[in-house]
């Protein structure tokens, strides 16, 4: 759904206007955040002519570059991230910072920016500025990647608890495996914002006043950083149990080839011996030798087989 969202000051409460003209015939200074959610590009030019700022195409915001990702001038901040949604799909969304108001450009509705709406709605004067909300959605956005790590880490759980011998087939090591590049998705993921906060402490363009949130953010990412890194050497003992469930369930099939083959060797012997097409061979004509031969490959296979069981092989 395409909506064009300005929050500004009024009487001290913050309230949104849906229309591009509201903004250009009021003081630009009560502004702080325009928020575009797949709007047209014709409204994305109008904006840019009115405010002199630049929004990237698509092309530009998945480079992975970091000067691709943070762009700082003496006046103006660009920052692009991809947030995960709950199916781990990528949503490229690009934060502009101007005048102290901020711009977000995004295609889809996303969970950390309800949140922060009704944070900056419930305290307004906690937010002065665009660079306040920026901080907001980016500490909301923590909060999220934290639920979705916790997510994970019980489906981890619930899998560990779950893995047996009887389990150990091809369904459940293609769910390890999609576990295991989730688990990568998130952990790029963060180290993004990781070097973008990272970045941000070093600007001159951000208040003093937010290096302490800005902080606690990088904190709480290393926090998050650390559980992935746990979680990811689970996943990895989650794949080294199956493959020895696996190898466990081959020994014990080659086993039993191996001791049928064994146990059926003799025999073969006593029956290609006396199967042999010789002139003279003096059993041929023993009244006997018949049931003697199927004694004897009776009697060498039971031997077998107790010799097996006192050494515990069966």
Do not use: C
């Amino acid at each position: 759904m395409s909506e064009v969202r300005l929050f500004y000051h009024k009487d001290n409460v913050i309230r949104i206007s849906r229309s591009i003209e509201f903004l250009k015939t009021n003081p630009i200074k009560n502004f702080l955040w325009i928020d575009l959610n797949n709007v047209d590009e014709e409204i994305e030019n109008e904006l840019e002519d009115y405010l002199k700022i630049y929004i990237q195409e698509e092309e530009e915001m998945i480079e992975i570059e970091m000067s691709s990702r943070y762009i700082e001038t003496y006046d103006s901040l660009v920052v692009n991230f991809n947030f995960l949604r709950p199916n781990f799909d990528k949503e490229l969304v690009s934060f502009i910072l101007k005048n102290n108001i901020l711009i977000t450009v995004r295609d889809e509705d996303l969970t950390s920016f309800q949140e922060t709406v009704k944070k900056i709605s419930a305290n307004p004067r906690n937010y002065p500025t665009g660079y306040h909300v920026f901080v907001a959605l980016l500490e909301t956005r923590v909060e999220v990647d934290a639920d979705m790590i916790e997510e994970m880490t019980q489906k981890i759980t619930t899998l560990s608890n779950s893995l047996s011998m009887e389990e150990a087939d091809e369904e459940l090591l293609m769910e390890i495996k999609d576990l295991q590049e989730k688990t990568m998705m998130l952990r790029e993921n963060i180290i993004e914002k990781q070097r973008a906060v990272s970045s941000m402490l070093k600007s001159e363009l951000i208040n003093r006043e937010l290096h302490g949130k800005l902080t606690i953010i990088v904190k709480d990412i290393n926090s998050l950083l650390e559980h992935i890194k746990f979680s990811f050497d689970r996943l990895d003992y989650l794949q080294d149990t199956f493959l020895g469930f696996v190898n466990i369930e081959q020994n014990k099939i080659i086993k039993i080839f191996t001791i049928i083959s064994v146990i059926f060797m003799p025999p073969t012997l006593i029956a290609s011996i006396y199967g042999m097409n010789f002139a003279i061979m003096p059993e041929l004509q023993w009244e006997y030798g018949y049931i003697v031969a199927i004694v004897f490959m009776l009697a060498s296979s039971g031997g077998i087989l107790v010799y097996f069981k006192r050494k515990r092989w069966l």
